[in-house]
């Protein structure tokens, strides 16, 4: 069997897809975002796409497989999601109609299909990031701005007054305009979100859906509040601490949500809030699995042979039809947490791993940023320092080992060099 892995890099989750699928004995075609005039520099034979440009981005993956026939698809990441969609179609493979994929990742899209729905959504207004959001009388306070363009927290921020919405319109008008966020050309690129806070609690919620249901394997608890002024994730801890009422309530709201959006088939990851009337917001569900490495928190149980397996098992064995409705998550509490970025500069040392990786329940510590990067914290970060994964007997014990292992570890980041514009000589 062979399966395309859709995704923007080479990066960790792949290096875990391809693991997996040789325990599975599957093959493995790529196709990444790359320059088509490369000769193959990761030596992987990925077929080279460019998300924005679908149409020829399909005809060379169907190109690659009249000589390689597929039998699955899956997206790693949101850009991917909707060309895999397109994909699945030409070929009938499993997947998702293309519309649905479109509509999972783009968050106004996604806002008035849950409202169409009759599904709770809080109000929203979108607009252009050079235009004064502030001055539509929809506008209230406290609110969210968020670019439509960009994934996971980068760009969203709070406001609590007319005052701070201009000043964090500014400051994403001024990320929208880099170059990196430029070359995404998703067409989403200048088009930014107000939408109503939510207080409550936030839950992330990792599944994959079959002829149109949903199976969860995670609902992941959030145990740092995330009320601002920017949302940076830290902790996903599981399970989460909640009522069997409640679990019942998200997993109904994003079934109804899935059903909304029209997603069949595929992994799908998903953000909630609860808020104190027990009312379920999906803030967004993407059809797609956890970015990055984070995915080595989940492990599984029910495939023959496999003490535990990987993510990457599951959804492997998914994407061409197997039936995984036996397979669950191990009943031990694990979690991660995304270490943040305390503040801009160039990352210079990292001390304390020995002592942090001895603490009790810390299974693992990986360091992804690399000596002498430019670090930049939220709202206009798009990474993070690493990440530590712990298990243990329950989730409070789990996030105390994650926190601990947190404050043994040092970052040595020096303060970036100030650019000093040169002045030419008199004449």
């Not at 005039?37 to 992987?44: A, G, I, V």
């Not at 927290?153 to 305009?177: D, I, W, Y």
């Amino acid at each position: 069997m062979r399966i395309l892995i859709l995704s923007t890099t080479t990066g960790y989750q792949l290096r875990s897809f391809g693991d997996a699928a040789a325990r599975a004995g599957v093959e493995l075609m790529f196709a990444t975002d790359r320059c088509h005039q490369l000769d193959d520099p990761w030596r992987d034979a990925a077929v080279p796409v460019r998300f924005h440009e679908e149409a020829g981005s399909l005809q060379a993956i169907l190109e690659a497989a009249r000589a390689r026939p597929l039998d699955g698809v899956i997206a790693v990441g949101d850009r991917p999601v909707i060309l895999a969609a397109r994909v699945a179609e030409a070929l009938g493979l499993r997947g998702n109609p293309v519309e649905a994929a479109a509509a999972s990742v783009n968050k106004s899209l996604f806002k008035r299909v849950l409202l169409q729905a009759g599904l709770p959504v809080p109000w929203f207004v979108e607009a252009r990031s050079d235009t004064d959001p502030s001055t539509n009388d929809r506008v209230r306070y406290p609110c969210v701005i968020k670019p439509v363009g960009l994934s996971g927290s980068r760009g969203v921020m709070r406001a609590n007054t007319p005052v701070e919405l201009a000043a964090a319109v500014a400051r994403l008008r001024a990320l929208l305009s880099r170059k990196d966020v430029r070359a995404i050309r998703n067409g989403l690129e200048d088009i930014v979100l107000v939408e109503g806070f939510i207080a409550g609690r936030e839950f992330a919620v990792e599944g994959v859906m079959t002829d149109g249901a949903l199976q969860t394997f995670a609902i992941f608890d959030k145990p740092d509040p995330l009320d601002g002024p920017f949302f940076e994730e830290t902790i996903y801890v599981a399970p989460a601490t909640l009522e069997l009422s409640i679990q019942i309530l998200i997993r109904d709201r994003l079934q109804r949500t899935a059903g909304a959006l029209g997603l069949a088939n595929g992994p799908i990851h998903a953000e909630c809030r609860v808020t104190s009337d027990a009312t379920v917001y999906v803030l967004e569900m993407a059809a797609r699995p956890i970015g990055g490495l984070c995915s080595k928190v989940l492990r599984f149980h029910g495939i023959e042979g496999m003490a535990a397996a990987s993510l990457e098992d599951v959804l492997l064995r998914h994407a061409v039809g197997q039936d995984i409705s036996a397979i669950v998550r191990e009943p031990r509490a694990a979690g991660v947490m995304m270490i943040p970025i305390p503040r801009r500069g160039t990352l210079k040392g990292v001390h304390g791993i020995d002592r942090a990786s001895a603490m009790e329940g810390i299974e693992e510590i990986q360091i992804t940023a690399k000596p002498d990067q430019l670090l930049e914290p939220l709202p206009e970060a798009g990474s993070y320092l690493g990440f530590i994964f712990a298990r243990g007997s329950d989730p409070g014990q789990v996030v105390r080992s994650l926190k601990s292992a947190h404050s043994e570890i040092r970052f040595d980041i020096a303060a970036p060099i100030p650019v000093v514009a040169s002045l030419s000589p008199e004449p």
